[in-house]
């Protein structure tokens, strides 16, 4: 059977003009991405990127506005669904209470899911260090928005 996979992802701009990059690893799969994930049903987007916010970073977040949607077919990289992926430009309404890493999949755990943070120079951002096709997508559009500030 097959269905879509709606994910909402937040993209956190510190004033260093550094993104925040979310690198996991889920039972032996590891993979970098913005911090989000997919919509519960009967959630709206906006509600949905704040409980992730919350489960993710212990943080809570405002809306700023809509950077990206899917607009092209990604099947999902776990299952047979079609991926929409829907991206806001975000801000934290307090400062981040994480231990932010400086090198790729520095995790402090052990466990079938673990996860860690990094905040990452966007003109420094490389598409190869990103994962999944729509990430890889805002990554570009990020570059040509802010990498020049």
Not at 43 to 56: A, N, Q, S, V, Y
Not at 105 to 130: A, K, M, P
């Amino acid at each position: 059977m097959s269905y879509f996979n709606i994910r909402v992802y937040g993209l956190l701009i510190n004033a260093a003009n550094q993104v925040l990059v979310s690198d996991e690893q889920e039972y032996g799969f590891r993979f970098s991405k913005f911090p989000g994930g997919g919509l519960e049903f009967g959630e709206g987007l906006i509600d949905g990127l704040k409980r992730e916010f919350m489960e993710e970073c212990n943080a809570e977040i405002d809306i700023i506005s809509h950077f990206y949607t899917t607009d092209f077919y990604e099947k999902s990289s776990f299952n047979d669904s079609q991926v929409i992926s829907i991206y806001y430009l975000v801000k934290e309404k307090a400062p981040l209470q994480l231990a932010f890493k400086t090198n790729i999949y520095d995790f402090d755990e052990e466990g079938e899911v673990l996860q860690s943070f990094r905040w990452v120079n966007i003109q420094d951002l490389s598409v190869d260090e990103i994962t999944f096709k729509t990430d890889k997508t805002v990554v570009v559009l990020l570059k040509d928005i802010f990498a020049d500030n």
